[in-house]
Structures are given as structure tokens and as C-alpha cells.
Nanobody, 119 residues
Framework: QVQLVEAGGGLVQAGGSLRLSCAAS????????MGWYRQAPGKQRVLVAD???????SDVDSVKGQFTISRDNAKNTVYLEMNSLKPEDTAVYYC?????????????WGQGSQVTVSS
């Protein structure tokens, strides 16, 4: 079994910053791509950014220059640094990871972290 545990969400004023973390634990032989998604009220869950095991990043246009994804492979942890937050960034943020168990890759999700940006 593999668990992804998120931390770092909360309430912040517009223009502020937050850092989310997501640590994977359990039966892990390796982790491929890790990513962050968000789901605003009444909307679908969408990709924010992802990062390969080698450190190659991709960000959606709406967060370029504002959010930075990073990872620490030794700690099986992915981070999302969020700066200059806007009310429209309010959402539940979910991490995910493609975990190699020794035979197959399986995608796991974190529990979700509420990020609320007040105007």
C-alpha cells in the first residue's frame, strides 16, 4: 500500500504565498511523474503542474511564473510553491504520483488540501 499525505494548505490574503508538500510512503520501488491538480468549487479537477523523476517540469499557462513545482526524490516528496496568490486560485489542491511497486506503475492521490485566498 502507498499513501500520499499532503500538508500546507490554508487561508491566505491575496498576494500572499503558500507552500504545499506531499509525501509518499509505503511499498515504493520508485516514483515516476508527480503532480499537482486543483479543483475549484463546481469545476473539474485540472492539472496545475507536474515534474518527472529527472526533474523536468511542466506548468499550465495560468500559473507560469506564479507557481513552482519541485521534488525531493530521497524523501519521495513533491512540493508546490505558490506566490502572488489570487482569489481565483482558491481550490482544493491534490497531489498525485505514479508509483512503481516492483511490477507495475499505479497512480495514487493525496487527500486534498484546501487553499483559500481572500481578497
Amino acid at each position: 500500500q502507498v499513501q500520499l499525505v499532503e500538508a500546507g494548505g490554508g487561508l491566505v490574503q491575496a498576494g500572499g504565498s503558500l507552500r504545499l508538500s506531499c509525501a509518499a510512503s509505503g511499498s515504493i520501488f520508485g516514483i515516476g511523474t508527480m503532480g499537482w491538480y486543483r479543483q475549484a468549487p463546481g469545476k473539474q479537477r485540472v492539472l496545475v503542474a507536474d515534474i518527472s523523476s529527472g526533474g523536468s517540469r511542466s506548468d499550465v499557462d495560468s500559473v507560469k511564473g506564479q507557481f513552482t513545482i519541485s521534488r525531493d526524490n530521497a524523501k519521495n516528496t513533491v512540493y508546490l510553491e505558490m506566490n502572488s496568490l489570487k482569489p481565483e486560485d482558491t481550490a482544493v489542491y491534490y497531489c498525485n504520483a505514479n508509483v512503481f511497486s516492483g511490477s507495475i506503475y499505479t497512480t495514487y492521490w493525496g487527500q486534498g488540501s484546501q487553499v483559500t485566498v481572500s481578497s
